[in-house]
């Protein structure tokens, strides 16, 4: 029996609050994945997207994305296990997965730039970079997140009294790698079908 503090539903507090705030947070991206889409298409000058996306690479760091959510998993499952050297490693891997993402980010954005598409260009390059940026802002929080909470085992350790810690962060983690898919097909993919 969890030793949390439980809903009429059986879920502990603090993962249904979670679940609450993800919820406002599906609304925020959904508002920003609408104003991409409305955008699409109106821009009067270049570069366009096709002239700038790398949609290999861009496969490449939604790969390393979604291999981090399977390490968090392994995190969640370690923790419920009572194995903190485990679960420590895992929630390693993730953080060092979301770093690579963000490289991967960073590089696409500086190479945009250097093609000319910056967040004042066009609408395009507007809805882009506030869409993707505000992503990205979130997998940086999201890996300073995991990084403090790896930091704090240390101290308090990763048992599964504290599993919970670890399965909110997982939440959010996954949360994060599923705003990612959608982003993906709609920018990148659904823009190679025009």
Same mark, same amino acid.
Not at 23 to 50: Q, T
Not at 82 to 95: C, E, H, S, V
């Given at each position: 029996m969890s030793s949390h503090p439980v809903t009429n539903t059986g879920v502990p507090n603090r993962k249904l609050a979670f679940w609450v705030f993800i919820?406002?947070?599906?609304?925020?991206?959904?508002?920003?994945?609408?104003?991409? &889409?409305?955008? #699409?298409?109106? %821009?009067?000058?270049?570069?366009?997207?096709?002239?700038v996306f790398n949609i290999?690479?861009?496969?490449?760091?939604?790969? &390393?994305?979604l291999m981090s959510s399977l390490?968090?998993?392994?995190?969640? %499952?370690?923790?419920?296990?009572?194995? #903190?050297?485990?679960?420590?490693?895992?929630?390693?891997?993730? #953080?060092?997965l979301g770093l690579a993402f963000l490289g991967f980010q960073v590089y696409e954005f500086t190479h945009f730039v250097a093609e000319g598409l910056t967040l004042g260009t066009n609408l395009f390059g507007s809805a882009f970079y506030t869409l993707t940026g505000f992503h990205g802002a979130h997998v940086a929080g999201g890996v300073l997140w995991l990084l403090g909470l790896l930091g704090h085992s240390f101290? %308090?350790?990763?048992?599964?009294?504290?599993a919970l810690d670890v399965?909110?962060?997982g939440l959010y983690w996954h949360f994060v790698d599923v705003v990612w898919i959608v982003i993906f097909t709609v920018v990148y993919l659904l823009e190679l079908a025009h």
């Open positions: 919820a406002s947070e599906a609304i925020f991206f959904a508002a920003l994945i609408g104003v991409y &889409v409305s955008y #699409a298409g109106l %821009s009067l000058n270049g570069p366009y997207p096709l002239d290999p690479l861009t496969s490449a760091s939604t790969f &390393v994305l390490t968090m998993v392994l995190a969640v %499952s370690s923790a419920e296990r009572d194995d #903190a050297a485990g679960a420590r490693r895992w929630l390693l891997g993730t #953080a060092l101290k %308090s350790g990763l048992t599964r009294e504290r399965e909110v962060a």
